[in-house]
T-cell receptor, first 114, second 113 residues
Framework: AQSVTQLGSHVSVSEGALVLLRCNYSSSVPPYLFWYVQYPNQGLQLLLKYTSAATLVKGINGFEAEFKKSETSFHLTKPSAHMSDAAEYFCAVIRSGNTGKLIFGQGTTLQVKP | DAGITQSPRHKVTETGTPVTLRCHQTENHRYMYWYRQDPGHGLRLIHYSYGVKDTDKGEVSDGYSVSRSKTEDFLLTLESATSSQTSVYFC????????????FGPGTRLTVL
């Protein structure tokens, strides 16, 4: 069965500092992996996705993630945090098969301090 | 925003009452999903649909039913609401040739007293 684990429910960084949000997955087959962002009182917005085309995936708002099969990881990074990055971030994996059912991690709340 | 709307956006109801949430899409996508979001759990799949009248259960389907009589509408019903169903409910559609990208609606905040 596929699953996703996000390490750290809350991450706090200073403005301008590196953002690193951790995601590990388990999957018996090559997965599709996603990062979504949710701003307060809003729906989820797709940040980026990995679909086996390239291991380093660039997304919106300066975020990127690297797929590392040997570590079963898909960590999200951004070189320099901005106040507007404060939000909740979700890692997700597609359940096997072609029905598109997503399995989400528990979420990580990113706080950006001035 | 992939043309997804949800109604109502907010609802307060009492235990034991039936509740129906509506998801509407404007682009004729085949796959539609209902998730609930709870602190510490991320989003969990309740039910999904892969076509008109074709639905299946997700991981937290107990106490919920769905219907899809038209491509554009996917309804989620709580036959007899309980306090444990207080949550934020999100509808999503799947796009792409292999359904590997989902877009989400704005959500419905449901409170069961």
């Amino acid at each position: 069965a596929q699953s996703v684990t996000q390490l750290g429910s809350h991450v706090s960084v200073s403005e301008g500092a590196l953002v690193l949000l951790r995601c590990n997955y388990s999957s018996s087959v090559p997965p599709y992996l996603f990062w979504y962002v949710q701003y307060p009182n809003q729906g989820l917005q797709l940040l980026l996705k990995y679909t086996s085309a390239a291991t380093l995936v660039k997304g919106i708002n300066g975020f990127e993630a690297e797929f590392k099969k040997s570590e079963t990881s898909f960590h999200l990074t951004k070189p320099s945090a901005h106040m507007s990055d404060a939000a909740e971030y979700f890692c997700a994996v597609i359940r096997s098969g072609n029905t598109g059912k997503l399995i989400f991690g528990q979420g990580t709340t990113l706080q950006v301090k001035p | 925003d992939a043309g997804i709307t949800q109604s109502p956006r907010h609802k307060v109801t009492e235990t034991g009452t039936p509740v129906t949430l509506r998801c509407h899409q404007t682009e004729n996508h085949r796959y539609m999903y209902w998730y609930r979001q709870d602190p510490g759990h991320g989003l969990r799949l309740i039910h999904y649909s892969y076509g008109v009248k074709d639905t299946d259960k997700g991981e937290v389907s107990d106490g919920y039913s769905v219907s899809r009589s038209k491509t554009e509408d996917f309804l989620l019903t709580l036959e007899s609401a309980t306090s444990s169903q207080t949550s934020v409910y999100f509808c999503a559609i799947s796009v792409g040739t292999d359904n590997n990208e989902q877009f989400f609606g704005p959500g419905t905040r449901l409170t069961v007293l």
